[in-house]
T-cell receptor
Framework: NAGVTQTPKFRILKIGQSMTLQCTQD?????MYWYRQDPGMGLKLIYY???????DKGEVPNGYNVSRSTTEDFPLRLELAAPSQTSVYFC????????????FGPGTRLTVT | GQSLEQPSEVTAVEGAIVQINCTYQTSGFYGLSWYQQHDGGAPTFLSYNALDGLEETGRFSSFLSRSDSYGYLLLQELQMKDSASYFCAVRDGKGGGNKLTFGTGTQLKVEL
């Protein structure tokens, strides 16, 4: 049982490039989330999903897109990367009844230069 | 919207007790969660309060007062490994998303 896995661990992008951050969970959780965490700050919700085929915006969705074709996978797409997207990105999942307990992946540290 | 306030930094000595406070303003409140995050690591769940009162889990306890929009995390018998950031998070069940809004975190430093 690997829990929540994310790839890559680190990435450096040039301004204007695009990339996809991968997230997979093996706990059969319906709910999945993408957060970003800037240095010394809390986590801000980018997008979330309540099940396959259903996604919705969080607090800071601009510049990102998501899809949820399976229960296990929830990739985050960055289009036209900007320096403001330099951050650590965490994917998380939760059971529907216990949404207060979210399980986090190890994170992806992204730098845009 | 939601907003949470917690102290940015707390320092305590090994073996002591420390309390980390969290006040919140929210338009829809289901409960208050606490998470721990070590430097370079991922957040991990510690505790959750949906109702008023104290929840105890080993050396950690969490308290909630819904009428005061206030909660705290209590850490007893502090150990060096407790040095980490601690986040309170309000659970918003609107829209069925079980969304959490996180505070900016309290960095706890445990000294010898």
């Amino acid at each position: 049982n690997a829990g929540v896995t994310q790839t890559p661990k680190f990435r450096i992008l040039k301004i204007g490039q695009s990339m996809t951050l991968q997230c997979t969970q093996d706990m059969n959780h319906n709910y999945m989330y993408w957060y970003r965490q800037d240095p010394g700050m809390g986590l801000k919700l980018i997008y979330y999903s309540v099940g396959a085929g259903i996604t919705d915006k969080g607090e800071v969705p601009n510049g990102y897109n998501v899809s949820r074709s399976t229960t296990e996978d929830f990739p985050l797409r960055l289009e036209l990367a900007a320096p403001s997207q330099t951050s650590v990105y965490f994917c998380a999942s939760s059971d529907g009844l216990a949404g207060y307990e979210q399980y986090f992946g190890p994170g992806t540290r992204l730098t845009v230069t | 919207g939601q907003s949470l306030e917690q102290p940015s930094e707390v320092t305590a000595v090994e073996g002591a007790i420390v309390q980390i406070n969290c006040t919140y303003q929210t338009s829809g409140f289901y409960g208050l969660s606490w998470y721990q995050q070590h430097d370079g690591g991922a957040p991990t769940f510690l505790s959750y309060n949906a109702l008023d009162g104290l929840e105890e889990t080993g050396r950690f306890s969490s308290f909630l007062s819904r009428s005061d929009s206030y909660g705290y995390l209590l850490l007893q018998e502090l150990q060096m490994k407790d040095s980490a950031s601690y986040f309170c998070a309000v659970r918003d069940g609107k829209g069925g998303g079980n969304k959490l809004t996180f505070g900016t975190g309290t960095q706890l430093k445990v000294e010898l």
